[in-house]
């Protein structure tokens, strides 16, 4: 029975005829591919696969020599280029999973991820596009091209210009439940609903949003504080009112906003590092030996301020001590015991909280495709690193080397100066090409 519609009406219309195979056809015979063939093609109509495989188990030397995965991947491929994909998909996972060792699995397996992939289930088409990767020889450069091709496209997707955001420079990204909010260097304030996809757009306007020129976001229970670079204000969700709430803070040039220990710090340039005590509502200025500040960070008993122009500072012990003097820094994270701070053209340099002393100073010799570094994120044994001009870089732990995103696998540009990590996601906020959204396999395939 060569055409797959025919066999499935059928099916439909004489079940009991279309069962032609029955084991004694099979017992002292040599069973070929064509034959093995016509068979899946029977039982996965009639879904009694089962039952073939009981056949091998009993019957093992009438099947010897046949490949199966071949036999299940050429019938599969009838049944996708006929658009039957369910009954494609059963001969394709029955082929996949089969016990043997077949380069037909490679097949198997990127065809299970494009049936995946039109079913909107990124998820399995991302796991099954993995196993092609993993299983497919390097001699075909056009199979492996397509191969990859396909990954791009099932694990990335985009927010920019063509989705409706006004600018594609992003400053941060940060979720709230079913929202995810995007700051944006000269576009304001977006506000995406995942369950309606819809967007919100929060712009400059008198009893709104100070200026379009966002520079990072916190979310705080009700409330959405936005540093800017005309100054401090926050977003109450509930009333959906604006307001200013800290005089000093009005017209500063506000760099960075990090909630810690009921605290919410707010990082300027030219002003130094103020934080609000949550549980009072009072504000107090912290920091004032270096006016621009770019993060801060609480590590045990230590908090740790990087600077733009006066290197890294740290309060310990009721006083404050400086480290790497002079150098630009603008970004740091903790991962596996030590402090790591990025800087803007010398790449990263870890620090020992216990002494208080640099240990080392990742450049590009070490494997950074580039020494200014914007983002960092740590994330399952692994810091996720954005740079300017290079792309992601991504450091494992337990191999004490990089691996890269770049543009070539779907990053929207080589300038990345925020990452923010969900579930299996991990969001690129770039420069010029908006934010990239990369669906990872539990971040082993990054």
């Known amino acids: 029975m060569k055409n797959p519609r025919i066999l499935v009406l059928?099916?439909?219309?004489?079940?009991?005829?279309?069962?032609?195979?029955?084991?004694?056809?099979?017992?002292?015979?040599k069973i070929t591919l064509v034959q093995l063939k016509e068979m899946i093609r029977e039982m996965v109509v009639i879904d009694q696969l089962k039952e073939l495989e009981r056949w091998k188990k009993v019957y093992p030397d009438s099947f010897a020599g046949i490949d199966w995965v071949q036999a299940y991947s050429e019938v599969g491929k009838e049944y996708y280029d006929q658009k039957l994909e369910m009954l494609a998909l059963k001969a394709y996972l029955k082929g996949y999973e089969w016990f043997d060792e077949s380069p037909y699995k490679a097949d198997c397996a990127f065809y299970l991820a494009k049936i995946f992939y039109k079913q909107g289930n990124?998820?399995?088409?991302?796991?099954?596009?993995?196993?092609?990767?993993?299983?497919?020889?390097?001699?075909?450069?056009?199979?492996?091209?397509?191969?990859?091709?396909?990954?791009?496209?099932?694990?990335?997707h985009y927010f920019s210009k063509?989705?409706?955001?006004?600018?594609?420079?992003?400053?941060?990204?940060?979720?709230?439940?079913?929202?995810?909010?995007?700051?944006?260097?000269?576009?304001?304030?977006?506000?995406?609903?995942?369950?309606?996809?819809?967007?919100?757009?929060?712009?400059?306007?008198?009893?709104?949003?100070?200026?379009?020129?966002?520079?990072?976001?916190?979310?705080?229970?009700?409330?959405?504080?936005?540093?800017?670079?005309?100054?401090?204000?926050?977003?109450?969700?509930?009333?959906?009112?604006?307001?200013?709430?800290?005089?000093?803070?009005?017209?500063?040039?506000?760099?960075?906003?990090?909630?810690i220990d009921g605290r919410l710090y707010v990082a300027t340039i030219g002003k130094g590092l103020f934080y609000l005590d949550l549980a009072t509502q009072q504000w107090y200025p912290f920091f004032t030996l270096a006016p621009n500040v770019t993060d801060v960070l609480h590590s045990g008993k230590t908090i740790y301020i990087s600077t733009l122009d006066s290197g890294i500072y740290f309060y310990k012990d009721g006083q404050f001590k400086q480290l790497l003097p002079g150098k630009s820094f603008k970004c740091m994270i903790e991962f596996e015991g030590k402090v790591w701070a990025g800087s803007?053209?010398?790449?990263?340099?870890?620090?020992?909280?216990?002494?208080?002393?640099?240990?080392?100073?990742?450049?590009?010799?070490?494997?950074?495709?580039?020494?200014?570094?914007?983002?960092?994120?740590?994330?399952?044994?692994?810091?996720?690193?954005?740079?300017?001009?290079?792309?992601?870089?991504?450091?494992?732990?337990?191999?004490?080397?990089?691996?890269?995103?770049?543009?070539?696998?779907?990053?929207?540009?080589?300038?990345?100066?925020?990452?923010?990590?969900?579930?299996?996601?991990?969001?690129?906020?770039?420069?010029?090409?908006?934010?990239?959204?990369?669906?990872?396999?539990?971040?082993?395939?990054?």
């Open 162 to 259: 063509f989705e409706g955001l006004p600018d594609n420079s992003i400053c941060d990204i940060e979720f709230d439940g079913d929202d995810v909010w995007i700051g944006m260097w000269t576009g304001g304030l977006a506000r995406f609903t995942r369950s309606s996809l819809t967007m919100a757009l929060f712009r400059q306007k008198p009893g709104g949003l100070i200026t379009d020129h966002v520079r990072d976001i916190e979310i705080i229970d009700r409330f959405v504080w936005v540093a800017t670079y005309g100054g401090l204000c926050r977003y109450d969700k509930k009333t959906g009112l604006w307001d200013r709430p800290y005089g000093t803070l009005k017209s500063a040039v506000i760099k960075r906003l990090k909630q």
């Open 122 to 156: 990124r998820e399995s088409a991302l796991y099954y596009i993995n196993r092609a990767l993993l299983t497919m020889g390097t001699n075909d450069k056009a199979l492996m091209k397509q191969t990859l091709d396909l990954k791009k496209r099932i694990s990335w």
């Open 344 to 446: 803007y053209g010398e790449g990263i340099y870890l620090i020992d909280p216990a002494k208080d002393e640099v240990t080392a100073n990742l450049k590009k010799k070490n494997g950074l495709t580039s020494e200014y570094i914007e983002a960092m994120c740590p994330i399952e044994g692994k810091v996720i690193i954005g740079t300017i001009s290079g792309g992601a870089n991504v450091y494992h732990s337990d191999k004490s080397n990089f691996t890269y995103i770049n543009v070539l696998q779907g990053l929207p540009s080589p300038d990345v100066v925020e990452i923010a990590v969900e579930k299996q996601w991990v969001w690129f906020g770039t420069l010029s090409g908006g934010v990239g959204v990369l669906l990872t396999e539990n971040f082993k395939d990054i």
């Open 10 to 29: 059928l099916c439909l219309c004489f079940p009991l005829m279309l069962f032609g195979w029955k084991a004694e056809d099979v017992k002292d015979k």
